[in-house]
């Protein structure tokens, strides 16, 4: 077994990119992968792949894919420690100017790392940077299209979807090594989401190439696929902290009361919406710490979900028109709106 820190192979001492692949179990899929990366337009790269305690072959055919290419390392966990774990491990021994991650199923379009290149030497204070992608596999094909613009994607972390896909990811080396931005070990999911929440609370701006430069893989052994149990959980406290990073005057209470109409179930109380609303409403009205996001998405994003959230309590009798109409006259215009759209 390979500890993380013993290269197979020799690299280049200083590459223009380092990709990190993080692989658990990915003998199926990760020799397509691999062929990707070789076959991109840039040739200045060097490829690490953190095999994470597989218990499969991945090892082997990451070996076989990589052949006597040089610019290949392979690292080998004797156990699962997971992906963030496994892509610091890649990111800490990494030597290019920037670092790409790709999901062990998914494939690279052959000008990916070329064209994001391209992205960082247009604007020295981009820190990060993704792109669409096309999905096929066990899906109806298509183009997950993702948002655009720093302030646009800033605020959309919150909803986590369409933002800056892990599996797209490009960062600035210097960047990342100065403020010491790395995958929290612990998070089993969300931790890409994380990771760009930390790149934003130190500074740097976030933006999508606009093209489809990865190809991801829908399969059923897919984390995304198998693992929303844990998931969900991951993503719930991810924002708990963008709110605390956003609006540190909010206490945890109230923290714990905004983030409610994420959920898919919610408190089975008649007092509890309306303390939601009360929450919502001092975030409202509450001046945001300027990280760069667009404060009026994040407004939108949570005036949508306790609407829903609200039509939900309406459904189940546990809401009515005398309570919504008891704490509209003390809310922000913007949350007086979402209110009015309720019928009774």
Same mark, same amino acid.
């Given at each position: ?38 076959? @991109?337009?840039?040739? *200045? ?14 090892? #082997? ?5 990589? &052949? ?5 390392? %392979? ?16 990111? /800490?021994?990494? $030597? +290019? ?6 999901? #062990?199923? /998914? ?8 064209? @994001?290149?391209?992205?960082? !030497? ?14 096929? &596999?066990?899906?109806?094909? &298509? ?5 655009? &613009?720093?302030? =646009? ?6 909803? +986590? ?22 995958? *929290?070990?612990?998070?089993? #999911? ?35 696929? #198998? ?23 909010? /206490? ?15 408190? =089975? ?11 919502? =409403?001092?975030?409202?009205?509450? $001046? ?5 996001? /667009?404060?009026?998405?994040?407004? +939108?994003? %949570?005036?949508?979900?306790? !609407?829903?959230? %609200?039509?939900?309590?309406?459904? =189940? ?7 919504? $109409? ?19």
């Amino acid at each position: 077994m390979l500890n993380p820190s013993t290269p197979e192979t020799a690299l280049s001492s200083s590459p223009l990119v380092t990709v990190v692949i993080p692989a658990f179990n990915a003998e199926s899929f990760i020799g397509e992968a691999i062929a990707s990366i070789r076959c @991109q337009t840039i040739e *200045d790269w060097q490829l690490i792949v953190v095999d994470d305690g597989s218990a499969d072959h991945t090892l #082997s055919a990451a070996r076989e894919a990589a &052949g006597d290419d040089s610019r290949i390392r %392979l690292i080998r966990f004797d156990r699962n420690e997971g992906i963030s774990t496994a892509s610091n491990a890649g990111f /800490d021994a990494a $030597q +290019g100017e920037f670092i790409a991650r790709v999901d #062990s199923d /998914d494939r690279l379009i052959p000008h990916r790392l070329a064209a @994001q290149v391209a992205a960082f !030497r247009e604007n020295d204070r981009l820190a990060a940077a993704g792109s669409h992608a096309s999905v096929f &596999g066990d899906a109806p094909a &298509g183009i997950a299209y993702c948002a655009r &613009g720093d302030a =646009n994607i800033k605020a959309r972390l919150l909803d +986590g979807v369409n933002t800056i896909s892990g599996g797209t990811l490009m960062v600035r080396r210097s960047f990342v090594r100065k403020h010491g931005i790395r995958f *929290d070990d612990a998070a089993r #999911s969300a931790e890409d989401l994380d990771y760009l929440a930390s790149v934003m609370a130190a500074g740097g701006q976030l933006e999508n190439v606009d093209e489809v430069l990865t190809e991801h893989r829908a399969h059923r052994g897919s984390f995304t696929s #198998s693992r929303g149990d844990v998931a969900a959980p991951w993503l719930q406290t991810m924002r708990r902290r963008l709110i605390a990073l956003w609006y540190p005057d909010l /206490d945890p209470s109230a923290i714990e009361r905004v983030v409610i109409p994420f959920l898919n179930t919610y408190p =089975n109380s008649s007092d509890e919406p309306l303390a939601i609303v009360s929450a919502i =409403n001092r975030l409202v009205i509450t $001046q945001a710490v300027d990280l760069g996001q /667009d404060v009026s998405i994040v407004h +939108g994003i %949570l005036l949508d979900r306790m !609407r829903k959230m %609200l039509g939900i309590y309406q459904d =189940n009798k546990l809401l009515d028109a005398t309570q919504i $109409q008891s704490i509209r006259h003390f809310v922000a215009p913007a949350t007086r709106d979402a209110l009015d759209q309720l019928t009774f």
